[in-house]
């Protein structure tokens, strides 16, 4: 399995940005596909980004469309979601988390079995 460690939350005002940062440990981190999910207080969790193992590919959820990228340094088992024109509906703990092998649908949070610890955005209005 691999260990997954999120940094780069913090508190932004609406319009802003900030850049997260997951730090994976383990063998063969290129292998696994990657995600970013996030859940606010009362809410389930929300797919937000996948990117494939090698990097060619990427998803998104529709509320971060135009707005979030993510990316992946595989030579330093490191992936990135890079957040522009923040707003307060994107306030919540943001999980990274690795797609089980052979999975194909890197929106389902069912298919993901590694997660890190969470890093809370707070965006105010």
């Known amino acids: 399995q691999v260990q997954l460690v999120e940094s780069g939350g913090g508190f932004v005002q609406a319009g802003g940005s900030l850049r997260l940062s997951c730090a994976a440990s383990?063998?063969?981190?290129?292998?696994?596909?990657m995600g970013w999910f996030r859940q606010a207080p009362g809410k389930e969790r929300e797919f937000v980004a996948a990117?494939?193992?090698?990097?060619?590919?990427?998803y998104y959820g529709d509320s971060v469309k135009g707005r979030f990228t993510i990316s992946r340094e595989n030579a330093k088992n490191m992936v990135y979601l890079e957040m522009n024109s923040l707003k307060p509906e994107d306030t919540a703990v943001y999980h990274c988390?690795?797609?089980?092998?052979?999975?194909?649908?890197?929106?389902?949070?069912?298919?993901?079995?590694?997660w890190g610890q969470g890093t809370q955005v707070t965006v105010s209005s």
């Open positions: 988390a690795a797609l089980r092998l052979g999975s194909v649908v890197p929106t389902n949070v069912g298919n993901y079995d590694s």
């Open positions: 990117i494939t193992g090698s990097g060619a590919r990427t």
């Open positions: 383990g063998r063969a981190f290129s292998y696994y596909g």
